[in-house]
T-cell receptor, first 114, second 114 residues
Framework: DAGVIQSPRHEVTEMGQEVTLRCKPI?????LFWYRQTMMRGLELLIY????????DSGMPEDRFSAKMPNASFSTLKIQPSEPRDSAVYFC????????????FGPGTRLTVL | AQSVTQLGSHVSVSEGALVLLRCNYS??????LFWYVQYPNQGLQLLLK??????LVKGINGFEAEFKKSETSFHLTKPSAHMSDAAEYFC????????????FGKGTRLHILP
């Protein structure tokens, strides 16, 4: 397996634009997580899915953020409209059962909002 | 609720010296504990995990950690540092046998001096 795949790897956009980040989890994994990493706040869990269903989105910072998982092999994280404070590295991770089972992280998308 | 505290956001050791990265946890229920490593421009990967079996846990790349309930600690060690160990290390905790999130510490960046 190629591991967790994220695209794009880098995204530079202007304030107010819509941004869509994409993730393909490892085949067979039933949990998918979206994280955000910044110097100030560290690694934050935004939302996670189990069997394509959102379970906990309490980490989503505000209504400008939305995430979907239309099938077991694809998820998106959308920011609309984007703001400079959204600049961060966004990671997708997947696991087979959560908690004590290992989460496999993708390489991340570095987002810069000008 | 669970939390982790990593002592020292930056640690420097000489090549060949002992590596010690400190992690203290807080948990109202028996925990599972993890150490993850993040190399530059990559996602996190699991180094080792404690899941209630042996209190001394061995991981990849010669790292190990010891669960000490009395001290609520899970420090990471390696007898002899290598240049390739330079990375950021994250301690994480979750509740055992409960449907709960993994909580990550803020990370410790390890620098290896030649």
């Amino acid at each position: 397996d190629a591991g967790v795949i994220q695209s794009p790897r880098h995204e530079v956009t202007e304030m107010g634009q819509e941004v869509t980040l994409r993730c393909k989890p490892i085949s067979g994994h039933d949990y998918l997580f979206w994280y955000r990493q910044t110097m100030m706040r560290g690694l934050e869990l935004l939302i996670y899915f189990n069997n394509n269903v959102p379970i906990d989105d309490s980490g989503m910072p505000e209504d400008r953020f939305s995430a979907k998982m239309p099938n077991a092999s694809f998820s998106t994280l959308k920011i609309q409209p984007s703001e400079p404070r959204d600049s961060a590295v966004y990671f997708c991770a997947s696991s087979f059962r959560k908690n004590y089972n290992e989460q496999f992280f993708g390489p991340g998308t570095r987002l810069t909002v000008l | 609720a669970q939390s982790v505290t990593q002592l020292g956001s930056h640690v420097s050791v000489s090549e060949g010296a002992l590596v010690l990265l400190r992690c203290n946890y807080s948990s109202s229920v028996p925990p599972y504990l993890f150490w993850y490593v993040q190399y530059p421009n990559q996602g996190l990967q699991l180094l080792l995990k404690y899941t209630s079996a042996a209190t001394l846990v061995k991981g990849i790349n010669g790292f190990e950690a010891e669960f000490k309930k009395s001290e609520t600690s899970f420090h990471l060690t390696k007898p002899s540092a290598h240049m390739s160990d330079a990375a950021e290390y994250f301690c994480a905790v979750t509740a055992r046998n409960r449907d709960d999130k993994i909580i990550f510490g803020k990370g410790t960046r390890l620098h290896i001096l030649p």
